[in-house]
């Protein structure tokens, strides 16, 4: 659109991308406001500055929109991993709690004292299991994820730099497809197969 009828006319879709045939192509994209964002707000320089916009201004500004969004998008891996961090001394607490139940018990039989010192333990067990086997590998995962996310933003500024630098569509599409990860990032081949409809 912005080669065959000018910056301008991005303008009705920039503005209200809900209402924008183009972005209704692509409902999943569509539905991620961030994204959406991502894309509409560099365009609507664009269209305000009426082209005159410096590619290597922008391309700052992007990196600048990308590094808040993602250090806002860590900060809950953040505190799940601070969760996980605490979880086994909570469970340390539970066994001291345990262990003073004990001690108040300490006249009863073996069999007795045995499960007392028994259900002290399965504190510190349950502080390491929920630390160390659930909510620290969560954490690093929800981080994973967030990383890989993170490419999609990247893609687009890619994209969008590309376009106002000039640059021919292979070069652009080459230029986003640099920033994926290897295990996400398609091939060439599947990239030109898929603008062509196969």
């Known amino acids: 659109v912005m080669k065959k009828e000018g910056i301008v006319a991005l303008e009705s879709h920039v503005e ?51 590094k808040v969004h993602h250090h806002e998008a860590l900060l809950a891996p953040g505190a799940l991993a601070g969760i996980a961090g605490g979880l086994p001394a ?6 001291v709690l345990g262990v003073v139940k004990t001690m ?20 510190t067990f349950m502080g390491v299991l929920l630390a160390y086997g659930v909510a620290g590998p969560f954490a690093v995962r929800i981080g994973q994820v967030i990383e890989e996310d993170n490419e999609m933003y990247k893609c687009v500024q890619q994209i969008i730099v590309a376009n106002l630098h000039g640059h021919p569509m292979p070069l652009v599409i080459e230029a986003a497809r640099s ?3 290897s295990h996400n990032k398609p ?3 599947e990239i030109f197969d898929g603008m062509r409809g196969k």
């Open 104 to 123: 108040g018990a300490i006249d009863q039989p073996p069999p007795v004292l045995g499960a007392l010192i028994g259900s002290a333990l399965v504190g």
């Open 179 to 181: 920033v994926i990860n």
């Open 187 to 189: 091939s060439f081949g």
């Open 16 to 66: 209200n991308p809900d209402a924008s045939p183009i972005f209704g192509e692509f409902p999943k994209l569509a539905k991620d406001h961030s994204i959406v964002q991502m894309i509409c707000d560099p365009l609507r320089l664009m269209v305000i500055s009426q082209g005159n916009l410096d590619a290597d201004a922008l391309d700052d500004l992007m990196k600048k929109a990308i």
């Open 90 to 95: 909570l469970g340390i607490v539970a066994c």
